[in-house]
């Protein structure tokens, strides 16, 4: 068990990481425009939290390249996606903060920080009402648990019993502001305690991450109520490409790398005889494979047509009267 675990652990880590150091270098040759958030640091929540819940819808914040990743997005669409192509998985017009896809129950990539929160909400409650037991996630930052959405949300949820889990990727800063300036918990879990199971987990370590949300969906599957877990982080870039992050003391980082989630699993792994050197060799061939085929996909792929500019806009009914 822990041996499977441990290899699909760190396939999708290390394909995430992979991705956005890519991600990053295309940027920089002007490949990619607009926003890109990275999740670097960050991949044990990302991963352990997606492979722990299983099935069910997940909402997410811009920060999601590797939350899509552990969803099964292909890493071609991905690469499509933040070069603005047409063969992208929003069609080349929602960039990096916008992956979606509801085959995969994948409902975002969401721009406005805590506005998925409110929609995981709604969409408990109609899973709910369908009898389905799946429940929703909902992935969101420290800085989302101060805004208004965020507390209409876990108290809609309490009342309306319906399960979601809110999983907090706690990495102490909204952009440039540290947590302690800007919220009255230093330990967001403390926000919901008071509504709904509530607890903290470490967020650098995978298998904490994938038992706690493990636990948390069999709640959410026997009682139809919601749950919080606060993942503690940390983001080693700055917030987006726009932002160097040297609002952080070099020590500060450095404590965080020396917890760096890959390498602690890798190392663990290795120590309990769960992956050989030569399994992880070829798991890094493969991803370094998989990286280089995504961006040949995007380079190589058109634009969208002016044309695309009007579709996608209304659904169903609306999309035949308006037009
Ligand atoms: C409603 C809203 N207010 C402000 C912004 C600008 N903004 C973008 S990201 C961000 C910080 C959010 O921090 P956090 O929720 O901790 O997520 P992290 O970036 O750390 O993953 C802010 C304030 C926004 N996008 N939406």
């Not at 991705?19 to 990302?46: C, M, P, W």
């Not at 085959?103 to 389905?132: C, Q, S, T, W």
């Not at 760096?260 to 050197?277: C, F, H, R, S, V």
């Not at 002016?306 to 609306?318: A, M, N, R």
Request: proline share 4%.
């Amino acid at each position: 068990m822990s041996q499977s675990l441990a290899e699909k652990f760190y396939f999708y880590m290390k394909l995430g990481r992979e991705l956005e150091i890519r991600a990053k270098e295309e940027y920089t040759k002007g490949n990619i425009g607009g926003f890109l958030h990275l999740d670097i640091g960050q991949e044990a929540v990302s991963v352990g939290a997606v492979f722990g819940f299983g099935k069910g819808d997940l909402f997410c914040p811009y920060r999601e390249h590797v939350l899509a990743l552990a969803r099964g997005m292909d890493p071609k669409l991905i690469m499509a996606e933040l070069f603005g192509k047409i063969t992208g998985v929003s069609k080349g017009k929602g960039g990096s903060m916008h992956l979606y896809e509801p085959k995969l129950d994948f409902y975002g990539g969401n721009a406005i920080v805590g506005a998925h929160l409110p929609h995981a909400v709604g969409a408990a409650y109609a899973r709910k009402y369908m009898g389905e037991k799946a429940g929703v996630l909902a992935i969101f930052g420290d800085g989302a648990t101060n805004g208004g959405s965020f507390f209409e949300s876990i108290n809609l949820a309490v009342v309306w019993e319906v399960p979601v889990l809110f999983l907090c990727e706690n990495n102490f800063y909204a952009i440039g502001t540290r947590i302690d300036r800007v919220s009255a918990f230093r330990d967001i879990y403390l926000k919901a305690k008071d509504y709904m199971p509530a607890l903290q987990v470490d967020g650098m370590d995978v298998f904490a991450v994938y038992e706690a949300v493990v636990n948390a969906k069999k709640y959410l599957e026997d009682y139809g109520k919601p749950y919080f877990i606060e993942a503690i982080t940390y983001r080693y870039e700055g917030h987006s490409m726009a932002d160097k992050g040297d609002y952080r003391s070099p020590r500060e980082i450095e404590t965080f790398r020396k917890k760096d989630p890959i390498e602690n699993l890798k190392n663990k792994a290795m120590q309990m005889g769960w992956l050989t050197p030569e399994q992880i060799r070829m798991m890094d061939e493969k991803i370094a494979q998989i990286i280089e085929e995504a961006v040949e996909f995007a380079l190589n792929s058109p634009e969208p047509d002016l044309e695309e500019l009007y579709k996608d806009i209304y659904c169903g009914v609306c999309a035949d009267v308006i037009p």
